[in-house]
C-alpha cells in the first residue's frame, strides 16, 4: 500500500510577490497624487499687461485666455502678429474653470500657432483676463485613471495571494 503524499503547501515566497505588488499599489498612488497636485497647484494665471490686451507667446502647447470672474460674458480675439491671421479658437473654452490665488477663472479660448509664435490678444474689458500654458487636462485624467486601475488591480492581486496562501499554509490534511 502506497502513503498517500500530502498535498504541497505554497512557499513564503508568495507573501514577498504579494508584498510587492502592495508596494507597487501604494507607490502608484503616492506618484500620481504628487504628480497631479503638483500641477494643479503650479497652475498659476499671468494677468494681462493692459487692461485689455497684451502679447503672447505661444511654445509646444497653446496658450489659454482666462476671465475672471468666472461668469463674465466676453469676447476676445488674437491675432498673429507676424502673418495677422486669426489665432484664437474658442472650443470648448466655457467647460473649463481653475482657481489660482482665490479667484475662480473661465477659459475663454485657446491661442493656437507655430511654437515660438507671438500673438496680439484682445478683450472687451469687462473682467480680469489673463493667460497661462493651456492645461492638460485629459492627459491628467488619463494618467490618474489608468494609474487608480492599475494600483487598485495591484492591491487586489496582493490582498488575493496572501488570502489564498494563508488558507492553504493552514489546512490541515484529513485523515485517512
Known amino acids: 500500500m ?8 505554497p512557499g513564503r515566497g508568495w507573501y514577498v510577490v504579494a508584498t510587492g505588488l502592495a508596494v507597487i499599489a501604494a507607490a502608484l ?3 500620481l497624487a504628487v504628480w497631479i497636485g503638483r500641477a494643479v497647484a503650479g497652475y498659476s494665471v499671468t494677468p494681462f499687461e493692459q487692461e485689455d490686451s497684451t502679447t503672447v507667446t505661444v511654445g509646444d502647447r497653446g496658450v489659454a485666455i482666462w476671465v475672471s470672474p468666472q461668469d463674465t460674458p466676453t469676447s476676445c480675439v488674437a491675432t498673429d502678429i507676424d502673418t495677422q491671421q486669426p489665432s484664437l479658437d474658442g472650443g470648448s473654452a466655457s467647460k473649463v474653470t481653475i482657481t489660482d490665488g482665490g479667484q475662480t477663472w473661465s477659459r475663454v479660448g485657446i491661442v493656437k500657432g507655430q511654437p515660438g509664435s507671438k500673438h ?23 494618467f490618474g485613471v489608468g494609474g487608480g486601475v492599475l494600483a487598485v488591480v495591484s492591491g487586489i492581486a496582493a490582498f488575493v495571494i496572501v488570502l489564498v496562501v494563508a488558507i492553504k499554509r493552514n489546512r490541515t490534511p484529513r485523515p485517512a
Do not use: H
Open 29 to 31: 498612488i503616492v506618484f
Open 2 to 9: 502506497s502513503t498517500p503524499i500530502a498535498p504541497q503547501r
Open 120 to 142: 496680439l490678444v484682445r478683450c472687451d474689458p469687462t473682467g480680469d483676463f489673463g493667460y497661462a500654458d493651456n492645461p492638460r487636462i485629459g492627459r491628467y485624467v488619463l
